[in-house]
């Protein structure tokens, strides 16, 4: 399928930038080693994460978040065109220090995990095409396919809750560029320094509560509604090691069709 390229058309170009954060540990894979550098097919996750964008955005800027000290991760974003910054303690962190090198003509960010790392473009050009229509907030969301059940303190079921008004979240989540500064300074991820340039704070903890970036919008700008767009099964977070297993098997898949495709051209 032939996509447009939003990030060139004239409401978008310049003014997205894509933060890709990658600057976890990765301690539930337990490769000891960080996630984005993990083989998937034999290349590493953060790779084939920035091919996934770079498909959708071919003309964003892209800044990557890496771990402190590392050298491979970055060399990976750099030969993809993209930025490296130093991550922090914490993805929210990670967030605050690659808004602190996004420049000021960004209209535009994107937050989007290395650990999604097969989000299908038409996910990407969703959640663009929501921000150029004017919403400020977007979250790209799937229905819970399981039975949800809370847990007491005991770790008794405390019963079923209504999946129906449940949703799962994945990213890219995107945002009008000051909304997503503003709400960070209001958590305290984000200051301006004595030369007025926004700095990461380096905190102990993230404010509670925040798992994501829309949650900042929904406790510091409860006024800007948070729009909702299909997500896709194959942005899934690779997480623990059978989500390996399943990302191998959607590349497969993926090779599989893209022979049959050019078989039948
Ligand atoms: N300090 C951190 C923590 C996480 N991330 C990024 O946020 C995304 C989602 O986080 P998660 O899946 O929790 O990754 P890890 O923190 O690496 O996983 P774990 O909790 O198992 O260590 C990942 O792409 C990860 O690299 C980040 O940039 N900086
Ligand atoms: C941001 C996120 O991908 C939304 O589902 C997710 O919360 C990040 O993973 P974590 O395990 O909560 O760090």
Same mark, same amino acid.
């Given at each position: 399928?032939?996509?447009?390229?939003?990030?060139?058309?004239?409401?978008?170009?310049?003014?997205?930038?894509?933060?890709?954060?990658?600057?976890?540990?990765?301690?539930?894979?337990?490769?000891?080693?960080?996630?984005?550098?993990?083989?998937?097919?034999?290349?590493?996750?953060?790779?084939?994460?920035?091919?996934?964008?770079?498909?959708?955005?071919?003309?964003?800027?892209?800044?990557?978040?890496?771990?402190?000290?590392?050298?491979?991760?970055?060399?990976?974003?750099?030969?993809?065109?993209?930025?490296?910054?130093?991550?922090? %303690?914490?993805?929210?962190?990670? /967030?605050?220090? *690659? =808004? &602190? !090198?996004?420049?000021? +003509?960004?209209?535009? @960010? #994107?937050?989007?995990?290395?650990?999604?790392?097969?989000?299908? %473009?038409?996910?990407?050009?969703? /959640?663009?095409? *929501? =921000? &150029? !229509?004017?919403?400020? +907030?977007?979250?790209? @969301? #799937?229905?819970?396919?399981?039975?949800?059940?809370?847990?007491? %303190?005991?770790?008794?079921?405390?019963?079923?809750?209504?999946?129906?008004?449940?949703?799962?979240?994945?990213?890219?989540?995107?945002?009008?560029?000051?909304?997503?500064?503003?709400?960070?300074?209001?958590?305290?991820?984000?200051?301006?320094?004595?030369?007025?340039?926004?700095?990461?704070?380096?905190?102990?903890?993230?404010?509670?509560?925040?798992?994501?970036?829309?949650?900042?919008?929904?406790?510091?700008?409860?006024?800007?509604?948070?729009?909702?767009?299909?997500?896709?099964?194959?942005?899934?977070?690779?997480?623990?090691?059978?989500?390996?297993?399943?990302?191998?098997?959607?590349?497969?898949?993926?090779?599989?069709?893209?022979?049959?495709?050019?078989?039948?051209?």
């Amino acid at each position: 399928m032939a996509l447009t390229d939003l990030s060139a058309s004239p409401s978008v170009k310049d003014g997205l930038a894509i933060i890709v954060v990658a600057a976890g540990s990765g301690t539930r894979l337990g490769y000891g080693m960080p996630k984005a550098l993990v083989p998937l097919a034999g290349r590493p996750i953060l790779g084939i994460a920035l091919e996934s964008v770079a498909r959708a955005l071919p003309s964003a800027r892209i800044i990557v978040t890496v771990p402190a000290g590392d050298t491979e991760l970055s060399a990976i974003a750099v030969a993809h065109g993209a930025h490296a910054v130093t991550g922090g %303690a914490t993805r929210a962190q990670s /967030v605050a220090c *690659a =808004l &602190a !090198a996004v420049d000021c +003509a960004a209209t535009y @960010v #994107l937050v989007h995990d290395a650990a999604r790392c097969l989000v299908p %473009a038409r996910v990407i050009t969703a /959640v663009v095409a *929501a =921000l &150029a !229509a004017g919403e400020r +907030a977007v979250v790209p @969301v #799937l229905p819970v396919n399981d039975t949800v059940r809370g847990v007491d %303190a005991q770790g008794h079921s405390a019963g079923t809750v209504d999946r129906s008004g449940l949703r799962a979240v994945q990213t890219p989540q995107g945002f009008d560029a000051d909304l997503l500064v503003d709400v960070n300074r209001q958590a305290g991820l984000l200051e301006l320094d004595d030369q007025g340039a926004l700095t990461p704070v380096n905190r102990v903890a993230d404010p509670e509560g925040i798992t994501d970036d829309a949650s900042l919008i929904e406790r510091f700008a409860r006024h800007v509604p948070v729009t909702l767009v299909a997500g896709h099964d194959e942005s899934f977070k690779i997480t623990r090691p059978f989500d390996l297993v399943t990302a191998r098997a959607v590349l497969e898949e993926r090779a599989h069709r893209a022979v049959a495709d050019h078989v039948a051209d």
